[in-house]
């Protein structure tokens, strides 16, 4: 009697990710990626493949995207949901000026909340590595309850220039609600994996697993959501596992 078909988990996401093709994925990457990555940058996603979970990582191509959308709003005041090594955060960190300007009560440039702090041990040597350990901090926490208690405070609102967001899928959905109140006008919001490998198009959902097939609901809504939101622009891009690009309106 034959085995019944593998579900198609998170640890079978392609390689060559939405492009589809190792090649081009290789070609993106040698080209307009890696010679421009900050050597620290190397170190921290060399670390990063050593860990059992090496997949959380941002994609490297999304780095450049970041870097340069933090310089278009001039950020110096941002929020990251969902750390993981930090690679993201680091681009983020070296990214923000030297005159990033603290606000309020905050010690930072930065806020990074994740609800476990070790795996960003495995990527905060190079941080320090970098000098930018000041710029960043870290918040071990669930994010719901850190986004609402920075909400109570009402000159919050409106006082980031940039978030991004890497984190708990499911929850997407209702981090978009608070960090919308906590960006600038003009600011951006990025949420990754938005694309969930391609899987949000399948008509035929049966060869996934629980998890994927619950994460891809998730953001088959959330990717509904923000294309009828009224109060930002956004654009999505078959880059890494999908990035969304929201600007706030108003």
């Known amino acids: 009697m034959e085995s019944p078909p593998k579900k198609v988990s998170i640890y079978d996401v392609d390689e060559a990710g939405l492009l589809q093709s190792k090649e081009l994925n290789q070609y993106i990457l040698e080209t307009s990626v890696y010679p421009n990555e ?17 997949f959380m990582i941002c994609a490297g191509e999304e780095g450049p995207i970041l870097s340069l959308l933090l310089k278009l709003v001039n950020a110096k005041k941002t929020l990251e949901i969902g750390v993981y090594t930090g690679y993201s955060l680091l681009v983020t960190a070296l990214t923000l000026p030297k005159d990033g300007k603290v606000r309020f009560y905050l010690n930072s440039n930065t806020i990074a909340i994740d609800p476990d702090r070790s795996m960003f041990e495995v990527g905060l040597p190079f941080f320090k590595k970098a000098g930018v350990e000041h710029k960043v901090e870290f918040i071990e926490s669930m994010a719901l309850p850190v986004l609402d208690k920075l909400l109570e405070d009402p000159e919050n609102e409106g006082s980031f220039d940039f978030a991004f967001v890497d984190a708990d899928k499911q929850n997407y959905v209702h981090y978009h609600e608070r960090v919308l109140k906590l960006v600038r006008v003009g600011g951006m919001i990025l949420y990754d994996n938005t694309l969930w490998g391609g899987t949000v198009a399948w008509k035929d959902d049966s060869g996934l697993d629980e998890f994927m097939k619950e994460v891809k609901d998730s953001f088959v809504d959330l990717n509904k959501k923000l294309a009828s939101d009224s109060r930002i622009k956004i654009s999505q891009l078959p880059v890494g596992d999908g990035l969304t690009i929201c600007m706030r309106l108003h």
């Not at 900050?38 to 090496?54: C, D, F, I, M, N």
Request: no cysteine; hydrophobic share 35%; aromatic share 0%.
């Open 38 to 54: 900050a050597q620290v940058l190397k170190e921290l996603r060399g670390a990063t493949s050593a860990q059992p979970q090496s």
